[in-house]
Structures are given as structure tokens and as C-alpha cells.
């Protein structure tokens, strides 16, 4: 069983970055594919980056193209997805998922991860 816990949250004007952080323990991230996710108050959970689980393939929403930067340290068994030129349609409580088994695509559908952290907060204020 793989436990994930995000970190890196907060409270930002739009323009600034932040660097959120998903640390794992129970099990070596090198064994899934990772992805990060967003929920806004009153809509779904959406695809914001991905990476298989061999790093060599990544994937963003188009909605973040260019301004988020997703990477896996697995020496440090983290992920992080790097936010530059925030915007106000970034606010979401943002999670971390690792997928149901090692696959070299990573998907963009919530269905097809297994295991999920608590989330972290982004505010962006205009």
C-alpha cells in the first residue's frame, strides 16, 4: 500500500509561481505512474499532469501547457509539479495520484489511479 501526502499550497496573486510537493511512503514511486489532478468547488476532478512510470512520457492539460512543469525525484520518492504565471481559474484543491500499475503512458483519466493524497489548497487571487 502506497500512502501520499501533497504539500505546497497556499494563498497567491495571480502572476507568482508555487511548487507543490507529493511525497510517498510505503512503496518506491519508481513502480507507477504519477499524476496530479484538480477539483474546484462544484466541478469535477480534472487531468493536470501525468508522467509514466518510467519518466519518459509526460503529459499536461492544455489548460497548463507551458506554465506547469511536473517531475519525479525517485531517489526522494516525491513528485512535484512546478506552477509559474498562476491564474485565478488555478484555484482547486489539487491531488496526487499514483496509478493502479507501471504504465508507460501515464493516463489522464481519475479512473485509472488507485491511490490518491488528501490534497493541498491553490488560491489565486486577481
Known amino acids: 500500500q502506497i500512502q501520499l501526502v501533497e504539500s505546497g499550497g497556499g494563498l497567491v496573486q495571480a502572476g507568482v509561481s508555487l511548487r507543490l510537493s507529493c511525497a510517498a511512503s510505503?512503496?518506491?514511486?519508481?513502480?507507477?505512474?504519477m499524476g496530479w489532478f484538480r477539483q474546484a468547488p462544484g466541478k469535477e476532478r480534472e487531468f493536470v499532469a501525468a508522467?509514466?512510470?518510467?519518466?519518459?512520457?509526460?503529459k499536461y492539460a492544455d489548460s497548463v501547457k507551458g506554465r506547469f512543469t511536473l517531475s519525479r525525484g525517485n531517489t526522494k520518492n516525491t513528485v512535484d509539479l512546478q506552477m509559474n504565471s498562476l491564474k485565478p481559474d488555478d484555484t482547486a484543491v489539487y491531488y496526487c495520484?499514483?496509478?493502479?500499475?507501471?504504465?508507460?503512458?501515464?493516463?489522464?483519466?481519475?479512473?485509472?489511479?488507485?491511490?490518491w493524497g488528501q490534497g493541498t489548497q491553490v488560491t489565486v487571487s486577481s
Open positions: 495520484a499514483a496509478d493502479r500499475g507501471a504504465s508507460w503512458s501515464p493516463p489522464n483519466s481519475p479512473n485509472d489511479y488507485a491511490y
Open positions: 510505503g512503496r518506491t514511486l519508481s513502480s507507477y505512474a
Open positions: 508522467v509514466g512510470y518510467s519518466g519518459a512520457i509526460t
